[in-house]
């Protein structure tokens, strides 16, 4: 799980599981005395590192297409362009997760 939430005696949480049978897949929950959910991020906050990201990219993407014309390519072009590339697809997925879990909590 995001972050370090405490989980207090006596407190009334609804969570989601990966796996409904087993409580180490916690992804998250809500706790209904203070309506916050805990766990993950809110998709807003995951939208701007996606939307940051993607930002990045572009111009790391300017920035070694301008290399690659002057005829100064090189193997860690491909490299930083698959780690870049890795990167996003994490962001991305982090927003999927914490929109999924937050439509969960939040009906």
């Given at each position: 799980m995001r972050g370090a939430p405490?989980?207090?005696?006596?407190?009334?949480?609804?969570?989601?599981?990966?796996?409904?049978?087993?409580?180490?897949?916690?992804?998250?929950?809500l706790n209904h005395s203070t309506s916050e959910i805990c766990g993950v991020d809110s998709p807003e906050t995951s939208?701007?590192?996606?939307?940051?990201?993607?930002l990045m990219s572009t111009l790391l993407y300017l920035k070694w297409i301008n290399e690659a014309h002057s005829g100064d390519t090189s193997a860690r072009v491909i490299v930083w362009t698959i780690a870049v590339l890795a990167i996003n697809a994490w962001s991305l997925f982090s927003w999927r997760r914490s929109v999924r879990v937050y439509r969960l909590l939040k009906p």
């Open positions: 405490r989980l207090e005696n006596g407190m009334v949480v609804t969570a989601v599981l990966r796996d409904t049978d087993n409580w180490q897949t916690l992804v998250g929950w939208f701007w590192w996606v939307v940051a990201g993607i």
